[in-house]
């Protein structure tokens, strides 16, 4: 609910004790029972409007307010532009090789003359904080080292036969640092597991990150199957694979 504006009275005192007597916003604030961010902002409207004191003799209380009251009209921080669904954007945001910039060009395809890049991705951040609290974790240095496939493929062509095929994507992250490894298997099986946790641990340490504890994925996540894969057998094998991990990143 908008806050309700001062009477004309009370402005002009305002502006009397201000700038006839020199008081401060707290003593003004005090006197008329208002905040003193209210006398604050009334005093910026009045720089901002050039408004000299004493006032002249011509000067009403109707042009005095509609002068600190230029863009009355218009609510601060309006928008001028068509507004994209944000809701469905954070949904779309969520999907694998979605990022703002494609969908800001998608929004300015039907909207030439919506916002820019830079004003969309903040109304995006700030529309997505208002959804739900945010957990923050703080890490200490060498303490995890996070694994996982990201779920995503990518497509390796074979320059002599032209085939197409997709490989999946290991990613070793170092908590503290966000120091990351990351490498193309064919499968998820356990084999290319070990194998690029293996190499994923040799090369964070060799650029100076280590990991004394290795956080896999959830055992619950790992019995889902993949849309684009063979999903990894959890269990012994997932127990075996994040301690060859541990112990390849802890020796370095």
């Given at each position: 609910?908008?806050?309700?504006?001062?009477?004309?009275?009370?402005?002009?005192q305002l502006l009397?004790?201000?700038?006839?007597?020199?008081?401060?916003?707290?003593?003004?604030?005090?006197?008329?029972?208002?905040?003193?961010?209210?006398v604050r902002e009334?005093?910026?409207?009045?720089?901002?409007?050039?408004?000299?004191?004493?006032?002249?003799?011509?000067?009403?209380?109707?042009?005095?307010?509609?002068?600190?009251?230029?863009?009355?009209?218009?609510?601060?921080?309006?928008?001028?532009?068509?507004?994209?669904?944000?809701?469905?954007?954070?949904?779309?945001?969520?999907?694998?090789?979605?990022?703002?910039?494609?969908?800001?060009?998608?929004?300015?395809?039907?909207?030439?003359?919506?916002?820019?890049?830079?004003?969309?991705?903040?109304?995006?951040?700030?529309?997505?904080?208002?959804?739900?609290?945010?957990?923050?974790?703080?890490?200490?240095?060498?303490?995890?080292?996070?694994?996982?496939?990201?779920?995503?493929?990518?497509?390796?062509?074979?320059?002599?036969?032209?085939?197409?095929?997709?490989?999946?994507?290991?990613?070793?992250?170092?908590?503290?640092?966000?120091?990351?490894?990351?490498?193309?298997?064919?499968?998820?099986?356990?084999?290319?597991?070990?194998?690029?946790?293996?190499?994923?641990?040799?090369?964070?340490?060799?650029?100076?990150?280590?990991?004394?504890?290795?956080?896999?994925?959830?055992?619950?996540?790992?019995?889902?199957?993949?849309?684009?894969?063979?999903?990894?057998?959890?269990?012994?094998?997932?127990?075996?694979?994040?301690?060859?991990?541990?112990?390849?990143?802890?020796?370095?």
């Open positions: 609910m908008p806050r309700q504006r001062l009477s004309m009275r009370r402005i002009k009397t004790m201000r700038f006839g007597a020199g008081a401060s916003a707290w003593s003004i604030a005090q006197e008329l029972g208002i905040a003193p961010s209210t009334y005093l910026s409207r009045a720089a901002g409007a050039g408004i000299i004191w004493p006032l002249a003799a011509d000067v009403t209380g109707e042009s005095l307010m509609a002068r600190l009251f230029v863009n009355a009209g218009v609510r601060a921080g309006a928008r001028h532009h068509a507004e994209p669904d944000w809701a469905a954007l954070v949904r779309e945001f969520k999907r694998p090789g979605v990022n703002l910039l494609v969908l800001w060009e998608e929004y300015r395809a039907v909207h030439p003359e919506g916002y820019a890049y830079s004003r969309f991705c903040q109304l995006f951040r700030e529309f997505e904080r208002r959804l739900s609290p945010v957990m923050r974790q703080s890490h200490m240095a060498g303490h995890k080292a996070f694994v996982d496939y990201s779920g995503k493929l990518v497509p390796i062509t074979d320059p002599v036969t032209g085939m197409v095929s997709t490989a999946e994507i290991f990613v070793a992250v170092i908590g503290a640092s966000s120091l990351t490894y990351a490498e193309a298997t064919w499968t998820q099986t356990l084999a290319d597991w070990l194998g690029a946790g293996a190499a994923g641990s040799r090369r964070t340490a060799s650029a100076g990150g280590k990991g004394r504890r290795c956080a896999p994925p959830s055992v619950n996540g790992g019995q889902k199957a993949r849309k684009s894969g063979v999903g990894l057998k959890v269990g012994t094998n997932l127990a075996v694979a994040s301690a060859v991990f541990r112990r390849s990143t802890i020796k370095g």
